[in-house]
């Protein structure tokens, strides 16, 4: 599929807001749908919409060959041993507190530790913070370069013998940084712990295979890739996932109930008790499809030139602070000097530019960045230089606006 072509497959491109054509920059937060993924979801809903596993009749049949099929897409898309590996959720937020709740109750004691960084989303705190006070081991974090990576040095020091769990964001959703969760991963192992990954940031923009980063949990959300809200998954490794309870109870994942007792089905469906989310599977799974005919590399590879392009002309405009490392992911989190973010998210909107302020479910990162909130400017594979372009202009204008208005 040709990049240049691309964003003709997302129909929502194709208005205009405030009287401008739109661009979108928010794709760090919900990524737009092509017309594949919207399709796929409305043929379930029209033509053999049924529920799962549970009847012989030929809807039943095509749906659950939909749901499952989506689960070996998964599967194959990060490079899972098995689809026993591959459990749907409702999304990240989901996948993490479910390893927290299952796997950390039951593993930790007082005198573990687990291990995050200053730069994780609240989805990767407070999971781990509840979990803390409940078992009584100790949260700690590893501290950040300057311009806001990891040095594996400070990795090394922070992860001790003590460790048992460490949970880490494959890529910042504010900082753009890529974090080398292979050698993590290494250290975390070499010192008898986890590894847990949070790949919202990282799955839809690069390729990922679970095994060769030998991460024990990698957790992401359909959302962020092109498919539908309300699913998500969690990767575990199979040996982990037998040993741990279901945090979710109810039709779907038991085999026997009794009056006061009940038995859990085998892998994955323990841990999706309930109707399924069929339809965001299916769309998932279209997603994947479409993803895979662009191409992880070429989306990356997109991404990574737009980055740099982004920074060097925002580079351009006096007053403006960048935070993140110069290799970074497609997003560039800023302030614009003596201008509140959320009036610089205001003006742009103004123009038809969509990017987010505030402080980006990252609020520790944002005290250890010493600031209150920032703009963000996050790209995706239907972004052009000329999106980057038409931002920096109405970056300037709002500079300019505000540079006049006070």
């Not at 993490?96 to 530790?113: C, K, Q, V």
């Not at 008790?273 to 994947?288: K, Q, R, S, V």
């Not at 970074?328 to 201008?339: I, M, S």
């Amino acid at each position: 599929m040709d990049m240049k072509n691309i964003r003709q497959h997302f129909p929502i491109l194709d208005q205009q807001v405030n009287g401008n054509p739109l661009v979108y920059l928010d794709s760090a937060a919900t990524s737009q749908k092509p017309t594949a993924v919207i399709e796929a979801i409305e043929q379930y809903y029209r033509g053999y919409n049924s529920n799962v596993h549970r009847g012989v009749h030929t809807l039943g049949t095509r749906a659950t060959d939909g749901y499952e099929g989506a689960r070996e897409k998964v599967r194959k898309f990060i490079n899972a041993k098995s689809t026993e590996e591959v459990i749907f959720t409702r999304g990240t937020t989901t996948s993490l507190n479910t390893i927290a709740a299952s796997y950390g109750r039951a593993n930790l004691s007082e005198g573990d530790e687990i291990v995050i960084t200053h730069m994780e989303h609240h989805s990767n705190i407070i999971p781990w913070q509840q979990v803390a006070k409940q078992t009584g081991a100790t949260l700690k974090y590893i501290d950040l370069t300057e311009d806001g990576r990891l040095d594996l040095e400070e990795v090394k020091k922070t992860i001790t013998s003590n460790t048992k769990i460490v949970s880490i964001m494959q890529v910042s959703n504010v900082l753009g940084t890529i974090n080398r969760i292979k050698e993590i991963t290494k250290i975390a192992h070499d010192n008898g712990a986890i590894m847990v990954v949070d790949g919202a940031q990282s799955t839809p923009h690069m390729k990922v295979d679970v095994q060769d980063l030998d991460c024990d949990f990698f957790v992401f959300s359909g959302h962020k890739m092109c498919g539908p809200t309300g699913i998500g998954v969690l990767y575990g490794k199979k040996a982990l996932l037998e040993n741990m309870e279901p945090v979710e109870f109810g039709g779907e994942m038991i085999d026997f109930v009794n009056l006061y007792d009940s038995t859990w089905k085998e892998l994955p469906w323990k841990f999706e008790g309930g109707t399924p989310i069929i339809a965001g599977a299916i769309g998932l799974g279209a997603a994947i499809d479409f993803l895979e005919e662009v191409g992880l590399e070429n989306i990356e590879a997109h991404e990574h030139k737009l980055a740099q392009y982004a920074l060097g002309r925002m580079s351009e405009v006096d007053g403006v602070t960048i935070y993140g490392p110069t290799e970074r992911a497609g997003l560039v989190t800023f302030n614009l000097d003596e201008v509140h973010p959320h009036d610089v998210a205001t003006v742009l909107d103004a123009e038809g530019i969509a990017v987010r302020a505030g402080h980006h479910c990252a609020q520790p990162l944002m005290r250890y960045l010493n600031v209150s909130a920032t703009a963000r400017a996050s790209f995706y594979l239907y972004n052009t230089e000329e999106d980057v372009d038409k931002f920096v202009s109405s970056l300037v204008k709002t500079k300019e606006y505000f540079t006049n208005v006070f």
